[in-house]
């Protein structure tokens, strides 16, 4: 697995002409090297793939990375970089434009002489597709974050704050084998779920209100996300009704995610159902992202994505809202797999309308 990234990356590099790569992305460290942790650097070249760490890491890298010459550093991870690339020979080198800090672009320049070092590339394009091993990793921390769903239906009631609905959801997917929430907890109750990121708070959860709670677990570094919403006490018709719109844009979202479509015209499919129904100025975000060692990536669906066409092996979420501001609103989401045959939602909790009563 590790050497077939390799190789791709290694094309990858060839078709633009660099002899080497400097790899800082933590999410890439793990990815073209299979090493988890900070502090490190990666250098990457036709025919060397070297590990820069310190003393803390050595055995960890040399266990994790068996491809990778590990070396080590004492007196600074750059100036070892820097070291490194002179010793190979290489001159033209890249970097990581979206995650080498400037300050350290800028140290890194003044000791790479002779070398050119202006190359900034975006690796993020070489993790679209996802792998068998990937997907099994996702899929374990999707039905970790289904079973904390079916949990916290119980749990929730009339009294019970924000907070403790976000601690009982996270403390069951850590139970479950969730190394850490895929990201803060999302819930918000009331008036509270105009708020599409609205973070849990002290607030508590009164009769008659929608709860939105948006979350994720980690599993083996491999992320998920579903957003759900429930009436906790008596709904009444608004509640109904707009739940019915959402669930049906929703619905409709994942008909479409198809191999071969763009992911502007997804977005743009489900943007114009909602404001059919009248919520043109109710739904502010993108419609999904993928996801995997991040809970953000490529491709997207969006006014502005970037992405002519949704091909296998990719995944997207899928997560229309309507929020209307001191009066409430929700969300519904699910990570879908794109095959041949089409899209196939990844996460099983129920999206039927539930009233906890």
Same mark, same amino acid.
């Given at each position: 697995?590790?050497?077939?990234?390799?190789?791709?990356?290694?094309?990858?590099?060839?078709?633009?002409?660099?002899?080497?790569?400097?790899?800082?992305?933590? @999410?890439?460290?793990?990815?073209?090297?299979?090493?988890?942790?900070?502090?490190?650097?990666?250098? @990457?070249?036709?025919?060397? #793939? /070297?590990?820069?760490?310190d003393f803390r890491y050595t055995?960890?890298?040399?266990?994790?990375?068996?491809?990778?010459?590990?070396?080590?550093?004492?007196?600074?991870?750059?100036?070892?970089?820097?070291?490194?690339?002179?010793?190979?020979?290489?001159?033209?080198?890249?970097?990581?434009?979206?995650?080498?800090?400037?300050?350290?672009?800028?140290?890194?320049?003044?000791?790479?002489?002779?070398?050119?070092?202006?190359?900034?590339?975006?690796?993020?394009?070489?993790?679209?597709?996802?792998?068998?091993?990937?997907?099994?990793?996702?899929?374990?921390?999707?039905? /970790?974050?289904?079973?904390?769903?079916?949990? !916290?239906?119980?749990?929730?009631?009339?009294?019970?704050?924000?907070?403790?609905?976000?601690?009982?959801?996270?403390?069951?997917?850590?139970?479950?084998?969730?190394?850490?929430?895929?990201?803060? %907890?999302?819930?918000?109750?009331?008036?509270?779920?105009?708020?599409?990121?609205?973070?849990?708070?002290?607030?508590?959860?009164?009769?008659?209100?929608? @709860?939105?709670?948006?979350?994720?677990?980690?599993?083996?570094?491999?992320?998920?996300?579903?957003?759900? %919403?429930?009436?906790?006490?008596?709904?009444?018709?608004?509640?109904?009704?707009?739940?019915?719109?959402?669930?049906? #844009?929703?619905?409709?979202? @994942?008909?479409?995610?198809?191999?071969?479509?763009?992911?502007?015209?997804?977005?743009?499919?489900?943007?114009?159902?909602?404001?059919?129904?009248?919520?043109?100025?109710?739904?502010?975000?993108?419609?999904?992202?993928?996801?995997?060692?991040? /809970?953000?990536?490529?491709?997207?669906?969006?006014?502005?994505?970037?992405?002519?066409?949704?091909?296998?092996?990719?995944?997207?979420t899928v997560e229309p809202g309507?929020?209307?501001?001191?009066?409430?609103?929700?969300? !519904?989401?699910? %990570?879908?797999?794109? %095959?041949?045959?089409?899209?196939?939602?990844?996460?099983?909790?129920?999206?039927?309308?539930?009233?906890?009563?």
């Amino acid at each position: 697995m590790i050497s077939e990234r390799l190789a791709h990356l290694r094309a990858f590099l060839a078709e633009r002409a660099v002899d080497a790569i400097v790899i800082n992305k933590e @999410v890439n460290l793990h990815y073209f090297s299979g090493f988890r942790g900070d502090d490190t650097l990666l250098l @990457v070249a036709k025919d060397q #793939a /070297i590990l820069i760490t310190d003393f803390r890491y050595t055995e960890q890298a040399a266990a994790q990375a068996p491809l990778f010459e590990i070396v080590e550093q004492q007196q600074g991870l750059l100036k070892k970089t820097a070291e490194c690339i002179q010793k190979a020979g290489w001159k033209k080198i890249a970097f990581e434009g979206n995650a080498l800090f400037y300050d350290d672009y800028s140290k890194l320049s003044a000791l790479l002489t002779g070398c050119s070092f202006q190359t900034a590339l975006n690796l993020s394009p070489l993790r679209v597709i996802k792998e068998d091993e990937e997907l099994e990793c996702i899929q374990k921390a999707v039905a /970790i974050s289904d079973a904390a769903f079916e949990d !916290i239906v119980q749990f929730i009631r009339p009294g019970k704050s924000e907070n403790e609905v976000a601690a009982r959801l996270e403390t069951v997917m850590r139970s479950l084998g969730s190394e850490r929430p895929a990201f803060t %907890t999302i819930v918000a109750s009331g008036v509270r779920g105009s708020l599409p990121h609205g973070i849990a708070t002290e607030k508590l959860i009164v009769d008659g209100e929608f @709860v939105t709670m948006d979350y994720g677990a980690v599993y083996k570094g491999y992320h998920s996300d579903i957003t759900r %919403t429930v009436c906790v006490g008596h709904a009444d018709a608004s509640h109904r009704a707009l739940y019915d719109t959402v669930l049906q #844009a929703q619905l409709l979202g @994942v008909k479409l995610v198809q191999p071969g479509v763009s992911g502007k015209s997804v977005d743009k499919a489900v943007r114009d159902q909602l404001s059919a129904a009248g919520y043109e100025k109710n739904f502010g975000h993108g419609l999904g992202h993928s996801l995997g060692l991040e /809970i953000h990536e490529e491709p997207r669906l969006s006014p502005s994505s970037t992405c002519e066409s949704l091909a296998p092996g990719m995944l997207i979420t899928v997560e229309p809202g309507v929020y209307l501001p001191g009066w409430g609103g929700l969300r !519904i989401e699910d %990570t879908v797999l794109i %095959t041949a045959a089409g899209g196939v939602p990844l996460t099983r909790s129920s999206k039927q309308f539930i009233e906890i009563l």
